[in-house]
Structure formats: structure tokens, C-alpha cells
T-cell receptor, first 112, second 112 residues
Framework: GQQVMQIPQYQHVQEGEDFTTYCNSS?????IQWYKQRPGGHPVFLIQ?????EVKKQKRLTFQFGEAKKNSSLHITATQTTDVGTYFC????????????FGKGTKLSVIP | EAGVTQFPSHSVIEKGQTVTLRCDPI?????LYWYRRVMGKEIKFLLH????????ESGMPNNRFLAERTGGTYSTLKVQPAELEDSGVYFC??????????FGPGTRLTVT
């Protein structure tokens, strides 16, 4: 079955430093979504990438989808303490279902 | 529009007991998903309802888990008898728009 690997598992950064998390799928994805889960919270949708090579930006966040639609990354520029949480990538295989296959997540800690 | 709600928010039970988790989705939406996150691991798909029918229950761990969706409205997930490895956070979610999932707040289940 489809597997999504995500690294690193943990990342500690000083406030103001950049942060990147990477996802790699064992199969070609129809699309990839990114979610953020704050401590004690639930996953909140950030963005969806659909096209090969797509790049989208949300303020300090940059999301990329690989040309082969098997890998993706999330980059945060100049992290802030409000960025803390666990970032998950999740892919769908496009087989007519919205079912998501999640990576293990990257837990981001920001040191003020 | 009201969001997805779940209760209880937290349940602590002893091994061998029964627990029922409930999800109240946004009305008028046919699709409903259950996911589970075991501590430190990825969020995993459990099953998918379309209205009251189980579209895909391939993620259900074993026959100790029983999910229902009465009249295509709220859904319940019963674990009987609970085992230690069932501990985790159980989320229900509904797809929106182009497929992004809207997650409920989750139920944290602790089996002691």
C-alpha cells in the first residue's frame, strides 16, 4: 500500500531561523496536502498541491510538489514562536476517495 | 456553519472495558472519515462512510472495533474490549471543497 515518509521527526530551531520538512511517497500521488497540529489540538488544513512541480506560498510558508508527484516540502522562513506544532503531509492516490495517507509528522519547537 | 464535534474529549478506561466515541459531523455532508493517531506515530485511516454506508473499512485494526453511522448523521466508534494498544487520539473528519479534510477536535483514549 501507499506509504508516505516524512523527515525529520523533530526539529528545534532558534526563533528567526528557517525550517524545512520533507515528504516522500512510495507511489505517485494525485495530490498532497499539508496540515498543522498545535499541541493538544487537531490537524488543521494548510494547503493542497495538485500539479507537478507546483510551488505555493502563504506568507512565510513555501510549499513545493515534486516533478514526479512523489515528494513535497514545506519551508518556513524566519520561524516565530507561533509556528510551533507538528506539521503533517498527507497524500491521496486519486482513486475516487478523499482518504489521506499521512506522514509521521515533523514536530517543530521554536526557542525564543 | 458549525464544525465537526466529538465527544468525549478524553476517555480513560481499563483494559477489557468498552468505550464508545461519538462524532457529530457538519450536517448535509455525506462523507465522514475516522482516523487514529497512536502516540508518536502517523495519523492512520480507519474507515470511510458515505451517508450511512461503510465505503471502506480497510483501516480498522480488528473486529474489536465497530463503527456505525445512524441515518447518515452522527457516527459512533465502539471499542470492545479495549486493549492497551488502542490508546491514542481518534479523529473524525469530513472533506471540503476540493478534498481538504476538516478534522474534529478528537477524542483522546487512554487504556490502562
Amino acid at each position: 500500500g501507499q506509504q508516505v515518509m516524512q523527515i525529520p521527526q523533530y526539529q528545534h530551531v532558534q526563533e528567526g531561523e528557517d525550517f524545512t520538512t520533507y515528504c516522500n511517497s512510495s507511489t505517485t500521488l494525485s495530490n498532497i496536502q499539508w496540515y498543522k497540529q498545535r499541541p493538544g489540538g487537531h490537524p488543521v488544513f494548510l494547503i493542497q498541491l495538485v500539479k507537478s512541480g507546483e510551488v505555493k506560498k502563504q506568507k512565510r510558508l513555501t510549499f513545493q510538489f515534486g516533478e514526479a508527484k512523489k515528494n513535497s516540502s514545506l519551508h518556513i522562513t524566519a520561524t516565530q514562536t507561533t509556528d510551533v506544532g507538528t506539521y503533517f503531509c498527507a497524500g491521496t492516490d486519486g482513486a475516487g476517495s478523499y482518504q489521506l495517507t499521512f506522514g509521521k509528522g515533523t514536530k517543530l519547537s521554536v526557542i525564543p | 456553519e458549525a464544525g465537526v464535534t466529538q465527544f468525549p474529549s478524553h476517555s480513560v478506561i481499563e483494559k477489557g472495558q468498552t468505550v464508545t466515541l461519538r462524532c457529530d459531523p457538519i450536517s448535509g455532508h455525506d462523507n465522514l472519515y475516522w482516523y487514529r493517531r497512536v502516540m508518536g506515530k502517523e495519523i492512520k485511516f480507519l474507515l470511510h462512510f458515505v451517508k450511512e454506508s461503510k465505503q471502506d473499512e480497510s483501516g480498522m485494526p480488528n473486529n474489536r472495533f465497530l463503527a456505525e453511522r445512524t441515518g447518515g448523521t452522527y457516527s459512533t466508534l465502539k471499542v470492545q474490549p479495549a486493549e492497551l494498544e488502542d490508546s491514542g487520539v481518534y479523529f473524525c473528519a469530513q472533506p471540503r471543497g476540493s478534498g481538504e479534510q476538516y478534522f474534529g477536535p478528537g477524542t483522546r483514549l487512554t487504556v490502562t
